[in-house]
């Protein structure tokens, strides 16, 4: 959907940054906000926002654009595309379309988060990392305890007491 025409185009692009009401060809009035706007808005990078906006326009059709073709957004998509980050963010559904698609359907999953499915080797290769970790994060401690050790019987002088006290 293109906004007027020239000049106007140009407004409305602007306008957008701040999410300004504008009339589209129609003569309906809506709240349109940049990219860079619901990016903030949804913490977001560029390229996440443009996925969200494909999927979005397969399952509710286009969204406006400016002159330079760039992507507006009306405050009821914005609405939405928060919506659906919310249900992927909470794991309720597999992916962004998915959680889109419960929207448009009115029956948006509740209750507890789907399974992820997992690759069972995966699974296992990541359980014997885990275990390595703990592993080497006990070693770890134990060489800074025999460092502390020797430091302690190598120095003995560094470990009295400042300020002039002998204890």
Do not use: C
């Not at 592993?135 to 305890?145: G, K």
């Amino acid at each position: 959907m293109w906004f007027g025409g020239g000049q106007r185009l140009f407004s409305i692009a602007e306008s957008a940054q701040k999410g300004s009401t504008v009339s589209d060809l129609t003569g309906i009035s809506q709240r349109l906000f940049s990219p860079r706007a619901v990016q903030e808005r949804l913490e977001v990078n560029d390229s996440t926002l443009r996925r969200y906006a494909r999927a979005y326009e397969t399952v509710w059709g286009s969204l406006p654009k400016d002159y330079r073709r760039s992507r507006l957004y009306p405050a009821e998509a914005v609405t939405r595309l928060e919506r659906a980050k919310g249900l992927v963010d909470s794991g309720k559904v597999h992916s962004f379309r998915q959680a889109l698609e419960s929207l448009k359907s009115g029956h948006p999953p509740s209750g507890e988060p789907v399974e992820r499915l997992e690759n069972p080797r995966i699974s296992d290769a990541l359980r014997v990392i885990h275990e390595e970790i703990l592993a080497l994060r006990a070693e770890v401690a134990e060489v800074r305890r025999q460092n502390r050790e020797l430091t302690r019987r190598l120095m003995p002088g560094e470990n009295k007491p400042r300020g002039g006290q002998v204890s």
